[in-house]
């Protein structure tokens, strides 16, 4: 969607237009051979072959075409080399190599760098051969992808049309066709976390718009990563929620602009709301926006622009307002409402840390809930208006809606506000309770929440999710267990649904909330704290023999075959949603979040139960407010492993649980002189604490295993030393 100013500088729209007119330029095409680009630590090199520059855009050359097609001997070339064993590894699950090394021949490139100049510079050096006529040739076989100005990539090439970035950082892009792999990307984002991406659609038409990410990291020889500037503060959002469902929506922030701006402010919203206008300072500026509210099922968020009519200073604060419309809430009973796009139901960009001041209109039949604490909920005219405010700065705000029944109660610091559907008991299972009580017991552990009200909802489904102050808690926990469906009654569904998800959810009002990640990468860390810390209450309620089911169970799940593969072997915990969408939810959780919480649990029995819970508080302190790297989470980590342990920095843990994959099979050979390793690649190593005894009673004795025979340590044998429990160390025998 794109609507136009006028003023004598290029709008969107116009940009929009030109690109969708680019076409191979005949003055512009050329014979090329041995040309190279490179972009980190990634080469692409066409040998032998056409290439075409794009037609320009507002005098910028921004695309260009190779082929090898009609060429003799045409040839071109790929190579990515993934520095760490874990990207090779995921290369590979995808390319069958852990380097890639392929021939191609096509290639259609975008980019906002100098890729233009340092190919005409290779060009010039050895006298360019202009050949025009294949211009013609290749538009009606590229034309098509050229025109990408409806994409995410066509978006991107109208911000860098419109922004101050300098050539160094802007970014490089190819759609590549190969004989054996067929089309897969090559992104290069220079300022980027993790600047080189690599990957595909893929084939399975029931995840469209999935991409799946072959491989993703940082080169080498990067510069150190600086976190970019937090821009929008002080949010307040006034929603109406219409008889059909459908939002109409207003926001209003502040937003400190970038050196890089220029005329543009990229923002991220799901594609399923529509923007219809949007202010600066209030004044009218242009939207362009990817509109496309029939997607599938997955949230889809997307960036979307605001052009301005005259360059915006650096450093300034500028009062924003964009009004925004669409729906993002179904019917799923007679009482019962589903609220999607949770994540991505308001404009925003990373990192988020604002206050948020909410607005909402709605009928009066409906109750609303959000984040922040209450500030008023009046009903008139058959109008219902709830608003809320948060007390501190949050990352993210949510909502809730249904036709609900409440309960208020008052624990300590905190209003506790429980909703359920009309149709649930009257005791809400229980759930009341509950949440006092866990709220209770992990306040206690950690220290007081910064947020005094926490309001628990419904949300159909078998899954839970933790917002700042607003939980959304599958429909599935508010019924008593003989009231469940047959198809979820067994031991580990009763267990999930009655003692783990409600304390997990709740958990994430201090990791995820409080403590936040920093990237995908350091995702698995808040689930996995959340996760465990239901696992914690579970065996403090019930004893230690509580748990141990779980974490077997968990063990199965990591060996669980999937495609001839063990789950486990997928990935690390560190790929996050890369998990998710390569490969579904079942080995997403199994990893990031079953695995993640066995890291936690092996760090819990080297540190003892009192230096883990010290270190969860030092976390909470150290990194409140603050988005936390597993880099930073290891060395926090570290200064709580006690003296006389091997590993103190937890470089060698880390790499084998954290950045590795691996589940070792161990077991004693048959003489009692070594332990052999198996199961695990040759680059694993870990520290096993076998149970030994002495004169002095049972020690710990560290063995350094890696894969293969290993030798017993000193005073170490079959006789008087044992593996660890399996109930206490990730392994199988």
């Given at each position: 969607?794109?609507?136009?100013?006028?003023?004598?500088?290029?709008?969107?729209?116009?940009?929009a237009e030109a690109l969708h007119r680019i076409t191979p330029d005949p003055r512009?095409?050329?014979?090329?051979?041995?040309?190279?680009?490179?972009?980190?630590?990634?080469?692409?090199?066409?040998?032998?072959?056409?290439?075409?520059?794009?037609?320009?855009?507002?005098?910028?050359?921004?695309?260009?075409?190779?082929?090898?097609?009609?060429?003799?001997?045409?040839?071109?070339?790929?190579?990515?080399?993934?520095?760490?064993?874990?990207?090779?590894?995921?290369?590979?699950?995808?390319?069958?190599?852990?380097?890639?090394?392929?021939?191609?021949?096509?290639?259609?490139?975008?980019?906002?760098?100098?890729?233009?100049?340092?190919?005409?510079?290779?060009?010039?050096?050895?006298?360019?051969?202009?050949?025009?006529?294949?211009?013609?040739?290749?538009?009606?076989?590229?034309?098509?992808?050229?025109?990408?100005?409806?994409?995410?990539?066509?978006?991107?090439?109208?911000?860098?049309?419109?922004?101050?970035?300098?050539?160094?950082?802007?970014?490089?892009?190819?759609?590549?066709?190969?004989?054996?792999?067929?089309?897969?990307?090559?992104?290069?984002?220079?300022?980027?976390?993790?600047?080189?991406?690599?990957?595909?659609?893929?084939?399975?038409?029931?995840?469209?718009?999935?991409?799946?990410?072959?491989?993703?990291?940082?080169?080498?020889?990067?510069?150190?990563?600086?976190?970019?500037?937090?821009?929008?503060?002080?949010?307040?959002?006034?929603?109406?929620?219409?008889?059909?469902?459908?939002?109409?929506?207003?926001?209003?922030?502040?937003?400190?602009?970038?050196?890089?701006?220029?005329?543009?402010?990229?923002?991220?919203?799901?594609?399923?709301?529509?923007?219809?206008?949007?202010?600066?300072?209030?004044?009218?500026?242009?939207?362009?926006?990817?509109?496309?509210?029939?997607?599938?099922?997955?949230?889809?968020?997307?960036?979307?622009?605001?052009?301005?009519?005259?360059?915006?200073?650096?450093?300034?604060?500028?009062?924003?307002?964009?009004?925004?419309?669409?729906?993002?809430?179904?019917?799923?009973?007679?009482?019962?409402?589903?609220?999607?796009?949770?994540?991505?139901?308001?404009?925003?960009?990373?990192?988020?840390?604002?206050?948020f001041d909410l607005t909402f209109r709605c009928p009066e039949r409906f109750d609303?809930?959000?984040?922040?604490?209450?500030?008023?909920?009046?009903?008139?005219?058959?109008?219902?208006?709830?608003?809320?405010?948060?007390?501190?700065?949050?990352?993210?705000?949510?909502?809730?809606?249904?036709?609900?029944?409440?309960?208020?109660?008052?624990?300590?610091?905190?209003?506790?506000?429980?909703?359920?559907?009309?149709?649930?008991?009257?005791?809400?299972?229980?759930?009341?309770?509950?949440?006092?009580?866990?709220?209770?017991?992990?306040?206690?552990?950690?220290?007081?929440?910064?947020?005094?009200?926490?309001?628990?909802?419904?949300?159909?489904?078998?899954?839970?999710?933790?917002?700042?102050?607003?939980?959304?808690?599958?429909?599935?926990?508010?019924?008593?267990?003989?009231?469940?469906?047959?198809?979820?009654?067994?031991?580990?569904?009763?267990?999930?649904?009655?003692?783990?998800?409600?304390?997990?959810?709740?958990?994430?009002?201090?990791?995820?909330?409080?403590?936040?990640?920093?990237?995908?990468?350091?995702?698995?860390?808040?689930?996995?704290?959340?996760?465990?810390?239901?696992?914690?209450?579970?065996?403090?309620?019930?004893?230690p023999l509580a748990i141990r089911p779980l974490l077997e169970q968990f063990r199965?799940?990591?060996?669980?075959?999937?495609?001839?593969?063990?789950?486990?072997?997928?990935?690390?915990?560190?790929?996050?949603?890369?998990?998710?969408?390569?490969?579904?939810?079942?080995?997403?959780?199994?990893?990031?979040?079953?695995?993640?919480?066995?890291?936690?649990?092996?760090?819990?029995?080297?540190?003892?139960?009192?230096?883990?819970?010290?270190?969860?508080?030092?976390?909470?302190?150290?990194?409140?407010?603050?988005?936390?790297?597993?880099?930073?989470?290891?060395?926090?980590?570290?200064?709580?492993?006690?003296?006389?342990?091997?590993?103190?920095?937890?470089?060698?843990?880390?790499?084998?649980?954290?950045?590795?994959?691996?589940?070792?099979?161990?077991?004693?050979?048959?003489?009692?002189?070594?332990?052999?390793?198996?199961?695990?690649?040759?680059?694993?190593?870990?520290?096993?604490?076998?149970?030994?005894?002495?004169?002095?009673?049972?020690?710990?004795?560290?063995?350094?295993?890696?894969?293969?025979?290993?030798?017993?340590?000193?005073?170490?044998?079959?006789?008087?030393?044992?593996?660890?429990?399996?109930?206490?160390?990730?392994?199988?025998?």
């Open positions: 969607m794109v609507c136009g100013l006028g003023s004598d500088r290029p709008s969107a729209a116009d940009l512009e095409t050329y014979r090329v051979r041995d040309v190279r680009i490179r972009r980190g630590d990634v080469s692409i090199y066409f040998n032998e072959g056409v290439l075409s520059f794009a037609t320009a855009v507002q005098d910028r050359t921004v695309a260009a075409v190779f082929t090898t097609q009609g060429v003799e001997a045409g040839d071109a070339e790929i190579l990515v080399m993934p520095p760490q064993p874990a990207e090779r590894a995921s290369l590979a699950s995808f390319t069958k190599l852990p380097n890639l090394d392929e021939h191609f021949t096509t290639a259609v490139l975008f980019f906002s760098d100098d890729a233009r100049e340092e190919i005409l510079k290779q060009l010039s050096d050895g006298g360019p051969e202009r050949v025009p006529e294949m211009a013609a040739e290749l538009a009606p076989k590229v034309n098509g992808v050229l025109q990408l100005a409806g994409s995410e990539i066509g978006t991107r090439t109208i911000e860098s049309l419109l922004d101050n970035h300098k050539a160094a950082s802007g970014f490089f892009f190819s759609l590549i066709l190969s004989k054996d792999l067929g089309l897969f990307d090559f992104l290069y984002e220079p300022e980027s976390f993790e600047p080189v991406t690599v990957g595909n659609a893929g084939e399975d038409k029931s995840r469209a718009g999935v991409f799946r990410v072959w491989t993703a990291y940082r080169p080498r020889l990067s510069p150190r990563y600086i976190e970019p500037p937090v821009t929008i503060g002080n949010y307040r959002i006034a929603a109406t929620i219409k008889d059909d469902l459908s939002l109409d929506s207003t926001a209003a922030f502040d937003y400190v602009a970038g050196p890089d701006c220029g005329r543009v402010i990229p923002l991220r919203m799901t594609r399923r709301l529509k923007v219809e206008s949007a202010e600066v300072d209030g004044q009218p500026v242009e939207v362009y926006q990817n509109y496309l509210p029939d997607l599938p099922t997955v949230e889809t968020d997307s960036e979307f622009l605001l052009i301005a009519g005259a360059a915006l200073t650096p450093g300034r604060s500028y009062q924003l307002e964009v009004k925004y419309s669409g729906s993002v809430i179904k019917r799923i009973s007679e009482s019962s409402y589903f609220v999607s796009e949770r994540n991505v139901w308001y404009p925003h960009t990373s990192p988020m840390l604002t206050t609303l809930v959000a984040t922040g604490e209450p500030v008023s909920d009046s009903v008139e005219g058959g109008i219902r208006t709830v608003r809320r405010k948060t007390q501190v700065p949050e990352q993210l705000a949510g909502f809730n809606l249904g036709e609900y029944k409440s309960l208020a109660v008052e624990r300590g610091p905190y209003r506790i506000e429980c909703y359920a559907d009309k149709g649930a008991a009257k005791d809400m299972n229980g759930i009341p309770q509950a949440c006092e009580g866990i709220l209770d017991h992990y306040s206690r552990r950690w220290g007081n929440l910064p947020i005094r009200t926490v309001a628990v909802t419904p949300i159909a489904g078998y899954f839970g999710q933790g917002f700042p102050g607003l939980i959304y808690l599958s429909s599935t926990a508010y019924l008593a267990e003989k009231d469940r469906p047959s198809e979820l009654r067994n031991e580990r569904v009763d267990t999930f649904f009655s003692q783990v998800l409600l304390p997990h959810e709740i958990a994430h009002q201090w990791w995820g909330n409080v403590v936040s990640a920093a990237n995908y990468r350091s995702d698995w860390l808040m689930e996995s704290m959340a996760n465990y810390s239901a696992l914690q209450l579970l065996e403090e309620k019930e004893g199965k799940d990591l060996l669980s075959n999937v495609g001839g593969k063990a789950v486990e072997s997928f990935g690390p915990v560190d790929f996050g949603f890369r998990l998710l969408e390569a490969q579904g939810e079942n080995v997403w959780h199994a990893i990031v979040y079953e695995k993640g919480t066995w890291i936690l649990h092996m760090l819990r029995e080297r540190m003892g139960e009192e230096g883990f819970q010290r270190m969860q508080v030092e976390l909470l302190r150290q990194y409140a407010g603050k988005p936390i790297t597993n880099e930073n989470f290891r060395k926090a980590a570290s200064a709580f492993i006690p003296a006389g342990q091997p590993d103190r920095d937890l470089q060698t843990f880390f790499e084998a649980w954290v950045y590795g994959t691996g589940l070792p099979a161990i077991r004693l050979n048959r003489s009692g002189s070594s332990l052999e390793v198996s199961n695990v690649d040759d680059a694993f190593t870990a520290d096993l604490p076998l149970q030994c005894k002495s004169k002095q009673g049972a020690v710990v004795k560290w063995m350094r295993v890696v894969s293969g025979s290993n030798p017993m340590p000193e005073g170490a044998s079959i006789g008087n030393c044992r593996l660890p429990s399996m109930s206490d160390y990730l392994y199988v025998e």
